[in-house]
């Protein structure tokens, strides 16, 4: 399995807000490679399932319908270290106890509209990219 790899998301409301030339430049100017890049919109039952592991807490319903809201960019990218990378660069869940210049300081508006996602293991990185992209081969 590989360690280069992470998957991020932009989410509805950071697209929604015109940010995303601005996040992807971001991303790239941390040295981040993008291997795969797609346009979507989550159905509620993909919402659902990429969030599957929060079913049970309080917030799982508003956080799908903030994840349906609108389209999102799906990527796949690659750096050394990327999953643990990205999160550092990402900066914490709530942006506003994030890192002062990260993505979620400058683009997340609250805790469930912050910005972006980054994959938390590289397990999952697998798991997620596959969700969005056909083939591991391209990565
Ligand atoms: P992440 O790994 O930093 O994205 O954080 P988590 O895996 O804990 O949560 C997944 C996503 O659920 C976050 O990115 C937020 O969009 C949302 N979320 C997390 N905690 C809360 C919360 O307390 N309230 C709401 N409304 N959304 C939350």
């Known amino acids: 399995m590989s360690r280069n790899i992470t998957f991020t998301m ?23 490679r993008f291997k795969a890049v797609r346009m979507t919109r989550l159905s509620k039952e993909q919402a659902e399932t990429f969030y599957g592991i929060h079913r049970e807490r309080p917030f799982f319903n508003s956080l799908v319908a903030s994840m349906t809201s609108g389209p999102i960019i799906a990527a796949v990218l690659e750096k050394e270290n990327a999953v643990l990378a990205y999160r550092d660069y990402i900066g914490a869940t709530n942006p506003a106890d994030a890192r002062e210049g990260s993505i979620r300081k400058l683009y997340g508006t609250s805790i469930e509209s912050n910005a972006v996602h980054g994959s938390d293991s590289d397990e999952n990185a697998q798991i997620e990219a596959n969700f969005f992209f056909n083939s591991m081969d391209q990565f």
């Open 10 to 32: 932009i989410k509805p409301g950071a697209v929604a807000a015109g940010h995303i030339g601005a996040i992807m430049a971001k991303i790239a100017e941390g040295g981040f």
